[in-house]
Nanobody, 119 residues
Framework: QVQLVESGGGLVQAGGSLRLSCAASGRTFSSYYMGWFRQAPGKERESVAAISYRGGSTSYADSVQGRFTISRDNTKNTVYLQMNSLKPEDTAVYYC????????????WGQGTQVTVSS
């Protein structure tokens, strides 16, 4: 069982930056493939970024490629999402999630953190 708690959301002007954090409980954090998702009002949840167990492999949605960076610190049981050059269309609730492998569904989800980008 993994419990995930996101933090770091807030209100920022377009062009600004935020760093989201997701702290995981338990001692097997490094056994989970981690991802960040977001859901804007009236839209479906979408994948933003993902990172492999030790951080050696990352992937990004086209819409955030080059602006967002996912990273993890397994010694702190934490995954991060550095968001730069934010745009109003990045406004959403951001969730982190964990799964056992790249071929399984995400099993564990955080409660989400709101990111609002003003124009």
């Amino acid at each position: 069982q993994v419990q995930l708690v996101e933090s770091g959301g807030g209100l920022v002007q377009a062009g600004g930056s935020l760093r989201l954090s997701c702290a995981a409980s338990g001692r097997t954090f490094s056994s989970y493939y981690m991802g960040w998702f977001r859901q804007a009002p009236g839209k479906e949840r979408e994948s933003v970024a993902a990172i492999s167990y030790r951080g050696g492999s990352t992937s990004y949605a086209d819409s955030v490629q080059g602006r967002f960076t996912i990273s993890r610190d397994n010694t702190k049981n934490t995954v991060y999402l550095q968001m730069n050059s934010l745009k109003p269309e990045d406004t959403a609730v951001y969730y982190c999630a964990a799964r056992r492998s790249i071929v399984t569904a995400y099993d564990y989800w955080g409660q989400g953190t709101q990111v609002t980008v003003s124009s």
